[in-house]
């Protein structure tokens, strides 16, 4: 009998370490241009959020980088928008889409300011307003496009399965965001948060 399931063992192995391989990226660009940006704008040099939105939704792609360690401290899944309000998204779970128009509840890629800690109707009632510093996100705030938790994004790795959908907003889990929320009650300076894809 345990030889019957032998073959599908090395199956999920190997398919496991092609994914390991393609998942795993090499962001160092990302981090030297996010410290040059903190230094120039007077945003905080402990560290920054990346998010990369062209990973898997079951997968973990919100990174809390830490400039002085010079490695990523936490990591955890993150949500994206379901852009189908103005036209139909078949791949929605599959695929992020980008669209900064009032009421697409697509997200918004480019830097963000954290700005200032509100209360939240999601998850543990926290939600810090993200301030647009590019085209593709400037109107954040009009969107209501915060970093909130959510009780339905897990805390772990799902894959294969998908995150939920949000409306734009970057929604993790709750405790994950209280780990955020800890980390950025403490810190002076704005922090980063960078959308990529």
């Not at 002085?68 to 994206?80: D, F, P, R, S």
């Amino acid at each position: 009998m345990p030889t019957l399931f032998l073959p599908l063992i090395v199956l999920l192995l190997i398919f496991n370490n092609q994914y390991t391989e393609i998942s795993s990226k090499d962001y160092s660009k990302f981090h030297k241009e996010a410290k040059q940006f903190c230094n120039q704008n007077d945003m905080s040099q402990d560290y920054y959020f990346l998010i990369d939105l062209s990973v898997h939704s079951g997968k973990n792609r919100f990174f809390v980088y830490d400039f002085a360690q010079n490695k990523i401290l936490m990591q955890n899944l993150v949500t994206h928008g379901a852009c189908d309000v103005f036209e139909d998204n078949l791949e929605k779970y599959h695929k992020t889409k980008f669209d900064s128009r009032v009421d697409s509840h697509c997200s918004m890629k480019g830097k963000f300011k954290i700005g200032n800690r509100d209360v939240s109707s999601w998850g543990i009632n926290v939600k810090y307003w993200l301030h647009g510093l590019e085209n593709t996100n400037k109107t954040a705030e009009e969107r209501v496009v915060v970093l909130h938790s959510w009780s339905k994004v897990s805390d772990k790795e799902i894959y294969p399965l998908y995150s939920p959908l949000s409306w734009g907003c970057s929604a993790v889990s709750n405790a994950f965001m209280e780990k955020l929320d800890g980390k950025l009650k403490a810190t002076q300076k704005p922090v980063l948060l960078w959308i990529i894809e």
